[in-house]
């Protein structure tokens, strides 16, 4: 929990959101991951949504710790659906209960032009490769709570097959719901690379996306990193949580702040921080959006907990 997530904890104020910027990052975005034999991929691009169409441009959301950015996800693929033309959402957040235990949930049933019944789970990452890292258990959460390898097998093996297990085929009779025809899978985000070749570093043979969104990111120690450009100005803006999904989209004027303001903040606490950089001529010009990535209190951990 950064700087500014933990004063919205303790104000208690609730986060407000303009969904807009979330929705231009998702029509832009790619998949971290390839389709498989087994798996159809969710394509944001396909639903057809324009810009302007009907949809509740403003999310509230509680104040942190209770603020859940996943929540905010599954309210932009909603918000998408919601203003494409002849999209229908059946149910989102479905809980499967019988009398005996709780199965499962299953993220959103929609209905697309086809008539057909889709079951999507949805799931955005932001995942850390290991410095010399080589396989997908080497992208690891910004907190060190999650790996890249965990959350895809979760997906593909628990979460997307539970709309064909029986007793969820039950129950959603017995509660007069659609049963799903067809399933699909979106795990979006970022993937964060080390500073020094956070551009160019490649991890071939293990089905991640060629054209996913990448990032760098670097330590406290390492911060200095930051300062080095040459012929330019370079600032910086601390992303609140409920701004990691639009990032730069949600500033039209930035007023990023200088190295030495950035160095403070981020090294007050031990929580990642996701900074966008910005770079300008001189001081006549405007400040230009460059990239983005995550700075973090030490090197990365490898956790063996399987994500939930």
Request: contains cysteine; hydrophobic residues 35%.
């Amino acid at each position: 929990m950064g700087q500014q997530d933990q004063q919205n904890h303790q104000s208690g104020t609730q986060i407000t959101v303009d969904m807009q910027p979330d929705l231009t990052w998702l029509l832009e975005s790619q998949p971290l991951m390839n389709a498989t034999q087994e798996i159809t991929l969710f394509e944001p691009k396909s639903v057809g949504f324009k810009m302007g169409n009907t949809c509740n441009q403003s999310y509230t959301y509680p104040a942190q710790p209770a603020y859940r950015l996943g929540k905010q996800f599954e309210d932009c693929v909603a918000c998408l659906l919601q203003g494409a033309e002849n999209y229908h959402i059946e149910h989102r957040n479905l809980v499967i209960q019988t009398p005996a235990r709780t199965i499962g949930e299953l993220d959103l049933i929609y209905q697309n032009p086809r008539q057909q019944v889709v079951h999507l789970e949805l799931a955005i990452k932001f995942y850390l490769l290991r410095k010399k890292g080589t396989q997908l258990a080497d992208f690891i959460g910004p907190a060190g709570h999650d790996r890249l390898d965990l959350k895809w097998d979760r997906l593909r093996h628990h979460q997307l097959p539970l709309s064909q297990n029986e007793e969820v085929v039950n129950f959603l009779t017995q509660q007069k719901i659609p049963l799903p025809t067809h399933r699909q899978l979106l795990l979006t985000g970022m993937l964060f690379y080390a500073y020094e070749n956070w551009q160019t570093t490649t991890i071939e043979g293990l089905n991640v996306n060629p054209q996913h969104q990448r990032g760098w990111w670097l330590t406290h120690q390492e911060l200095e990193l930051l300062q080095h450009i040459y012929g330019a100005q370079r600032a910086f803006i601390i992303l609140p949580k409920w701004h990691w999904i639009g990032g730069p989209r949600h500033y039209c004027e930035p007023q990023p702040i200088v190295y030495s303001e950035l160095w403070l903040r981020v090294t007050a606490d031990p929580w990642p921080n996701m900074v966008l950089v910005y770079e300008r001529k001189d001081d006549h010009q405007p400040w230009q959006f460059k990239n983005r990535g995550l700075v973090i209190e030490g090197e990365i951990n490898k956790p063996q907990k399987n994500p939930r």
